[in-house]
């Protein structure tokens, strides 16, 4: 990255096309979103610069800073795929769909990277399907093989992908969730991807979606692990920089709305007609415009400014409020907003290595959702708004006790 005499970005190089990135975010000194920490641990906390842009030539996004992986993805690495029931469910339709459709032919192999907890691969393994997983995260990878998932310790990269084809074989599909836009290293992954893929095999992605970032403002979906903002536009050019060709992309309703993408070797697989509708329909909203970018960078700061000023309104108020959900996007809003014990004493979430810990940034503390079953607050703050529905069914009793929720995407809401 280059700066200029004040320390200002001037930008960084693409990692997809070496083009120039020009910053239009910058969310501060932040931690790594799932790095929650112990009371003892919060001195010397990691920080890095929070900063995202665009590139001039392939229109990619991207941080403009990185966190090295290993210091994302470890023995301690927090997010359990399997936490929500909407997730479990989403992820066996998604197996149900290639064992009925890509794994029928005489010995099928299907390869994740970043299989987490299994979530995906154990409906592969009860249909006694050939699988792989492929995890970095120890404790996750664990968890996975409890449920009789295959799974290899490393982080995919071309040289993982080479030794996989070597023991293994060619796979017929490569899938990957909320992974592949984590993974810094663009030209070693797709280099890995033609090392292990078969001539008729895809590579299947679903990840967050930039419009759903940019236009519908879930700007706490930025965070070190996401390394990269898809588009349909991006990922068309990614794909035909290294050799593939995006032939599928449709919406889907996971994290507050991601499209899942679908790669071939050029000419092996029909183009879809919903990818050339997203594509047009990102044209024709602007997507990836200067000006759309510059509108969401002063959106953020409204949004920021709402919030803070909702919460002060509240605490002046004797009122009293909690976060619900402690989902990496928190620690991003929370550290953003610069919001403290003093507006939002604690927050509840259901998984149990993040209760007794502080959120990473704010160092706002975790407790079990019955802490806030227990005593009902005046407000909770959806910190997990993508399972909003979840929530608030599972939750009912809070509504019906006077309880009011707290939004902030797409824009500050009390409902
Ligand atoms: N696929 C699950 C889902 O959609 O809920 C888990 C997603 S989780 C946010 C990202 C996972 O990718 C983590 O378990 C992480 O350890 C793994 N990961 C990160 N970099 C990776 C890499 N280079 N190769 C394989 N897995 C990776
Ligand atoms: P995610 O949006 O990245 O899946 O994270 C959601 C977080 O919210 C995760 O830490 C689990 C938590 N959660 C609850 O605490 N209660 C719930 O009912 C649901 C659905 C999620
Ligand atoms: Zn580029």
Redesign the pocket.
């Known amino acids: 990255m280059t700066t200029n005499s004040e320390g200002q970005s001037m930008g960084t190089k693409c990692r997809v096309c070496d083009g120039r990135v020009v910053e239009f975010v910058d969310l501060g000194d932040q931690p790594t979103a799932n790095g929650f920490l112990l009371p003892h641990e919060v001195e010397g906390e990691f920080r890095f610069r929070l900063a995202v842009g665009a590139c001039e030539d392939c229109t990619m996004v991207q941080l403009m800073e990185e966190v090295p992986?290993e210091l994302?993805?470890h023995a301690g690495?927090r997010?359990q795929?399997s936490g929500s029931a909407g997730?479990r469910k989403h992820?066996r339709t998604d197996a149900e769909w290639f064992l009925a459709n890509e794994l029928t032919g005489p010995d099928p192999f299907i390869v994740?990277?970043?299989?987490?907890d299994g979530?995906?691969l154990s409906t592969i393994a009860e249909a006694g399907i050939r699988h792989l997983g492929?995890?970095?995260?120890g404790n996750?990878a664990d968890l996975a093989r409890a449920k009789g998932v295959q799974v290899l310790s490393?982080?995919?990269?071309a040289d993982?992908a080479a030794a996989v084809r070597g023991a293994h074989g060619a796979a017929d599909v490569i899938f990957?969730?909320?992974?592949i836009c984590?993974?810094a290293?663009v030209e070693s992954?797709f280099r890995g991807i033609d090392a292990l893929l078969s001539d008729n095999g895809i590579f299947v992605f679903?990840e967050p979606y930039l419009a759903t970032i940019i236009e519908g403002m879930a700007f706490d979906q930025i965070y070190d692990?996401h390394v990269f903002y898809f588009s349909a536009g991006s990922v068309r050019a990614m794909a035909e920089r290294f050799g593939f060709e995006l032939v599928h992309a449709e919406h889907i309703d996971m994290h507050g709305g991601e499209v899942r993408y679908t790669i071939a070797r050029p000419g092996a697989r029909t183009p879809s007609a919903s990818l050339d509708a997203l594509l047009a329909e990102e044209e024709a909203g602007k997507l990836s415009e200067p000006l759309t970018f510059a509108r969401f960078g002063r959106n953020v700061e409204r949004i920021r400014d709402d919030l803070v000023g909702l919460l002060t309104h509240l605490r002046d108020q004797g009122k009293t409020v909690v976060g619900y959900g402690a989902p990496g996007k928190s620690s991003t809003v929370t550290t953003y907003c610069g919001i403290t014990t003093d507006l939002i004493p604690f927050v509840v979430d259901s998984t149990p290595g993040k209760q007794g810990h502080l959120l990473p940034g704010s160092h706002l503390p975790v407790r079990p959702p019955s802490a806030f079953s227990d005593a009902y607050p005046d407000y909770a703050v959806l910190f997990a708004w993508n399972h909003a529905e979840e929530i608030m069914a599972k939750e009912e009793k809070f509504r019906a006790a006077g309880g009011k929720w707290i939004r902030f995407v797409p824009e500050v809401e009390v409902l």
């Open positions: 992986q994302r993805y690495y997010y795929a997730h992820f994740e990277i970043g299989c987490n979530v995906m492929v995890e970095p995260s996750v490393a982080f995919f990269d993982t990957g969730a909320n992974t984590h993974i290293h992954l679903e692990e």
